[in-house]
């Protein structure tokens, strides 16, 4: 049974770091795309950034561009989050989701296959 792992967050002040990190057992996705979405209280789950199967393409919401940074380690199964610059606004649960199929990622959480647990990231301010 294949299943994604979130990792990495947690409570951290207006302006700081943090990375999460998504790892996949039981297959691997090293063909596939993965993103990143985000859910705040109240708000529907919204694309915070993708990456395709080679680790391009990239691309990012509007509203995290220039702050985050989406990558993967294919040998490793993982793919990772940079989020800097912290925001309060940033506050949600982060999933990581991966396509069973294809090599390219979308922006719409219907695409995906596959989705972690989440893990929940807090910024104060």
């Known amino acids: 049974q294949a299943q994604l792992v979130e990792s990495g967050g947690g409570l951290v002040q207006a302006g700081g770091s943090l990375r999460l990190s998504c790892t996949a057992s039981?297959?691997?996705?090293?063909?596939?795309?993965m993103g990143w979405f985000r859910q705040a209280p109240g708000k529907e789950r919204e694309f915070v950034a993708g990456i395709g199967a080679s680790g391009s393409p990239t691309d990012y919401a509007d509203s995290v561009k220039g702050r985050f940074t989406i990558s993967r380690d294919n040998a490793k199964n993982t793919v990772y989050l940079q989020m800097n610059s912290l925001k309060p606004e940033d506050t949600a649960v982060y999933y990581c989701?991966?396509?069973?199929?294809?090599?390219?990622?979308?922006?719409?959480?219907?695409?995906?296959?596959?989705w972690g647990q989440g893990t929940q990231v807090t910024v104060s301010s």
């Open positions: 989701s991966a396509s069973s199929t294809m090599s390219v990622f979308r922006r719409t959480s219907g695409y995906y296959d596959y």
């Open positions: 039981g297959r691997t996705f090293s063909r596939n795309g």
